[in-house]
């Protein structure tokens, strides 16, 4: 396993970490078996594990936070909030009032008394910065945050936090948690470049792009990954942009073949090869998916290989940029750009 700085924190974590969105309902993950993943990532290395209020309604927090019992101080923890917690209207977003109760529910779901990293899930367009920032700088304060990040935040509003932090004399952001992978590009325009230039962490979730990545999709064969039941049109090959897609992942199977590759190590080599990716977040639903997944830990793609990959799909480019979650709310919403 390889270590890299989280931002400019100081803090080392490795460069795969655990993403716990499968544990619990969301994956049909026992408390059994995430316990058994958490073991065999530890083992392996991982000191990162990555969880949200919002995954499975808290059951994941609860499911991480027993799986870590007794051995909180060697393991780097992060969590989210902002998404829906309930049905009331003020039991989500950014504001102070619910930040504040958020985090509370996590630290009694998680077992800790603070977590190190804590993130505002996506951005929230009907809050300021200022009133978020200051939230959480106090949150950090009496101790039960050590860093703060943002997930999924467009380019311009990670610069808009900044600056709110250094007109404010707030703490800033310190990392971002973006979706990247070879399929998922677009961040390198723009969200890479912002985070580089801020010296931020960034946390890249999806590099197996929804199981596009992992093997499971291949032209002919039957479709494996089990979120094809959860979002079968992501997985339509019907449809032209899985068409794209598809034909994709078999000019990228034979790279990897040529290069000696699995799927999933030249998937996740790609993501931590860029400079300004600290760590790629992986999401096992099985102790199997692990074992493939931290067989990637010290994948070093070449020149060519990566060369290759820019072939196929070029630097920049979302091939499913409907899929995205930093789009502007008014490019959703014609109420928001009518007059």
């Not at 961040?187 to 979730?205: D, S």
């Not at 990897?256 to 999401?283: C, K, N, R, W, Y």
């Not at 990566?306 to 789009?327: N, R, S, W, Y």
């Amino acid at each position: 396993m390889q270590y890299r700085t989280l931002g400019r924190t100081g803090v080392q974590v490795s460069t795969l970490a655990l993403g716990a969105m499968n544990f619990g309902a969301i994956g049909r993950t026992t408390q059994e078996e995430a316990t058994a993943i958490v073991d065999a990532a530890l083992e392996a290395g991982i000191n990162l594990i990555d969880t949200a209020d919002m995954y499975s309604r808290g059951e994941s927090e609860e499911m991480v936070g027993k799986a870590i019992a007794g051995r909180r101080d060697d393991i780097v923890l992060a969590t989210k909030a902002n998404m829906p917690m309930s049905e009331e209207r003020n039991h989500r977003g950014s504001s102070r009032r619910w930040l504040v109760t958020a985090l509370d529910d996590s630290l009694r779901r998680l077992g800790v008394d603070h977590v190190d990293l804590y993130q505002i899930h996506r951005w929230d367009p009907t809050t300021s910065d200022e009133e978020t920032l200051s939230a959480l700088t106090d949150l950090q304060r009496a101790g039960k945050i050590r860093y703060f990040g943002s997930s999924t935040f467009p380019a311009h509003r990670i610069v808009e936090a900044q600056w709110a932090a250094r007109e404010h004399r707030l703490s800033r952001y310190v990392t971002e948690q973006p979706g990247y992978s070879v399929l998922q590009r677009g961040i390198e325009t723009h969200v890479l470049p912002v985070t580089e230039r801020y010296g931020l962490g960034v946390l890249a979730w999806s590099p197996l792009a929804s199981g596009w990545l992992s093997g499971a999709v291949r032209a002919g064969r039957e479709i494996t990954t089990s979120r094809a039941a959860v979002m079968p049109e992501r997985f339509d090959t019907s449809l032209p942009v899985n068409r794209a897609r598809l034909d994709a992942v078999e000019q990228l199977a034979e790279v990897a073949d040529e290069a000696g590759l699995t799927m999933v190590q030249l998937a996740l080599g790609f993501v931590t090869a860029h400079p300004a990716v600290t760590s790629a977040l992986i999401g096992p639903r099985t102790l199997d998916h692990l074992h493939s997944q931290t067989a990637a830990a010290d994948t070093v793609l070449s020149a060519d290989v990566l060369d290759a990959i820019d072939a196929i799909v070029a630097p920049g480019t979302d091939l499913a940029p409907h899929e995205k979650f930093d789009t502007p709310p008014s490019l959703l919403d014609a109420s928001l750009r009518r007059r």
